[in-house]
Nanobody
């Protein structure tokens, strides 16, 4: 079955960096489009970044220039490098796969990981 397992979250000071990882299994990772989303307390889940099978990325305006999405198809893993972190980046970050769709629409992502907590202190 499809499994997505995030890691790398934690507590960091504002201005700091973190790299999240998402290990995937149960599907053909190399041809799948992948995405990162986040959900802060009391808010809806929002798009952060997506990557297609050719490693073309797309970003939410709020993270563009600070976050970088990448993938290692040999390791079935997608990464989210986060720098210049702000307190408003505090959220649970989840990875997901949308299969053949390269999209920012969370409704088209059909498998999700459990998420990893990122907390940015001011």
């Amino acid at each position: 079955q499809v499994q997505l397992t995030e890691s790398g979250g934690g507590l960091v000071q504002a201005g700091g960096s973190l790299t999240l990882s998402c290990a995937a299994s149960g599907f053909t990772f190399g041809v799948a489009n992948m995405g990162w989303f986040r959900q802060a307390p009391g808010k809806e889940r929002e798009f952060v970044a997506a990557i297609d099978r050719r490693s073309e990325g797309e970003y939410a305006a709020s993270v563009k220039g600070r976050f970088t999405i990448s993938r290692d198809n040999a390791k079935n893993t997608v990464f989210l490098q986060m720098s210049s972190l702000k307190p408003e980046d505090t959220a649970i970050y989840s990875c997901a796969t949308s299969g053949k769709y390269f999209t920012t629409d969370k409704g088209l992502y059909n498998y999700w990981g459990q998420g990893t907590q990122v907390t940015v202190s001011s």
